[in-house]
């Protein structure tokens, strides 16, 4: 009698078997609201750290979620840190936390959190590099600690440290694999921080050499004066081809070096610059301008004493018969007389 009762009672095709006989629901699982509160928390902190990569602090948080009492964010904090998924840093203004990179962490395996801080730190500074005295700064850490630790991460070539021609006697650091900025090693116009007048010299007379070949060409040809004047420009990538083909470089010039060369000219008043409109993808074009160059004479002609080289001679001062300097044993003199 029961057993009729129940058949009628639950459909055959929702909670029976296919011998007809009733089957149990199953049971679904069962999360507790506080749990629920607790990964709406955790998803929200790891949001806030993505939004914000460089780190974030107790006040973005309680900020955030102004609902939760200081208890309630250390311990959601401190399960985050357990789980290896946030970094504790700190810096002048008190604790930060950032998403923890598993790429570093795969790097530095083995490190303590100190040298996991301090790869961070010269990471973030890209190939700019860092001071030692910056890196105490960012990770609040005692000078001898940070010390130890660059060693031990050179020791292990995870990072380098180069000399900057800004600081002859300080050191940058940054990471191993990567070149450093030209603001650092100063590019092509220095070689173990010393600058190389010379050679900057000698490209000065080359490009200008060029400029000056290519005026007299456009005045030799029977055009008009106008057309004379826009033959005798010549692109930053025409003076970069013709130095590059010199081969009078040790190192690649780009064609940035060649127009700090150009531009020297210009400062001087031998070389004048102009700026046209270019379709994109034209050789030497740039955001669809083209710089042209061209030599240019000077407007007054120097005076005879300045053209001698006493005009520019720098210890004119202490020249003298019978003294260090003598017009009579001047080297530079005797060969412009006989010039």
Known sequence: MFSDILFHLIPLSESTNCEGRAMIPPMRSYTPPGMRVVRRVFSRLLSLCEQLPHGITDQIIQNDMPHLDSQQRASAINRLLSQGKLDLLRNSSGLLYRMKDTQVTSKVRGADNQEKLVYQIIEDVGNKGI???????????????????????????????????????????????????????????????????????????????????????????????????????????????????????????????VETILNTLIYDGKVEMTIIAAKEGTVGCVDGQMKLFRAVGPLLLPSGLVRTPCGVCPVFQDCCDGGDVSPTTCVYIREWMEF
Not at 146 to 156: A, C, Q
Not at 195 to 210: M, P, R
Not at 250 to 257: A, C, F, G, I
Request: hydrophobic share 40%; net charge positive; charged share 30%.
């Open 131 to 257: 001071w030692s005295r910056d890196i105490r700064f960012k990770s609040n850490l005692p000078l001898t600690d940070v010390n130890k630790i660059l060693k031990s991460l050179e020791s292990k070539k995870l990072i380098k440290a180069v000399k900057s021609v800004a600081a002859a006697k300080k050191k940058v650091y940054m990471l191993y694999n990567v070149e450093p900025d030209r603001s650092v090693t100063g590019g092509a116009w220095y070689s173990d921080q010393d600058f190389e007048a010379e050679f900057v010299e000698v490209l000065n007379q080359q490009c200008f050499k060029f400029l000056m070949q290519k005026a007299e060409l456009a005045q030799e040809g029977k055009q008009s004066p106008l057309l004379q004047r826009s033959s005798s420009f010549a692109s930053s990538h025409e003076v970069w081809k013709y130095i590059s083909e010199l081969g009078i470089s040790k190192v690649e010039l780009s064609m940035e070096d």
